[in-house]
């Protein structure tokens, strides 16, 4: 649990609303998780012998299911098999370690939220801007930083017009490959010379949209031999 180096960590962004989420632990720390991950559409149920008052109040709007239960209950067991992710938030570090292992010996997602005790899976600060989403973690380092780092971000991306070019045009050029190139090798060049580009990335940091979108129809043309415009 302890031994897992930066250089193993690999981020992927999963879909909540297809997870069946276990929190053991209903204090401040699983509730910010259960109800992130309710929020999101996951199915969560909470285990706890007692719970913060804004997780009465999802349990009351059909958010979220509490089950009134110790840690070490054989429910947990049971509740274990059926999640695919499984919060634990005890502030105990031993009780944390065991339920942790359990968990991920049966393959299981494992997040760990109130210990030094790492798991197989974090869950970051996440924010919004445009049509990017991005997320930070200190992996348990600084939350703090973390969330400074993801304020940082927001005020670059909110301000930063190639950023916004980019968004525009590369997706507009990315919809007409998709639709009119059915090679994704040939697709993927196209989308490799665009970012080595100087002149395409010298008309998005300047704001010019309109002159980016035909400098990448031209490159793409000529890698593809396809019309786009």
């Given at each position: 649990m302890h031994s897992r180096g930066r250089g193993s960590i690999q981020f992927l962004a999963v879909d909540a609303s297809s997870l069946r989420v276990l929190v053991i632990g209903g204090g401040r720390a699983g509730a910010g998780r259960a109800l992130r991950l309710a929020e999101r559409g996951a199915k969560v149920v909470v285990i706890s012998l007692d719970f913060s008052e804004?997780?009465?109040?999802?349990?009351?709007?059909?958010?979220?299911?509490?089950?009134?239960?110790?840690?070490?209950?054989?429910?947990?067991?049971?509740?274990?098999?059926?999640?695919?992710?499984?919060?634990?938030?005890?502030?105990?570090?031993?009780?944390?370690?065991?339920?942790a292992r359990k968990a991920e010996s049966l393959g299981k997602l494992v997040s760990v939220a109130t210990t030094g005790v790492r798991g197989n899976t974090v869950m970051p600060f996440q924010g919004y801007s445009q049509e990017l989403h991005y997320a930070v973690t200190s992996l348990g380092v600084s939350g703090l930083a973390a969330r400074r780092a993801l304020e940082l971000i927001q005020e670059r991306v909110a301000s930063d017009p190639e950023v916004r070019c980019l968004l525009r045009v590369h997706g507009e050029l990315k919809r007409r490959l998709i639709k009119r190139v059915e090679d994704h090798k040939s697709r993927m060049k196209v989308h490799e010379a665009l970012w080595i580009d100087e002149e395409f990335r010298r008309l998005c940091m300047e704001g010019r949209e309109e002159e980016a979108l035909a400098r990448a129809l031209k490159l793409a043309e000529e890698h593809t031999g396809v019309q786009l415009s």
């Open positions: 804004d997780l009465v109040d999802a349990w009351r709007r059909g958010s979220l299911q509490l089950v009134k239960a110790d840690a070490n209950d054989t429910l947990v067991d049971a509740l274990m098999e059926w999640a695919n992710l499984i919060v634990v938030a005890v502030p105990e570090a031993g009780l944390a370690e065991s339920l």
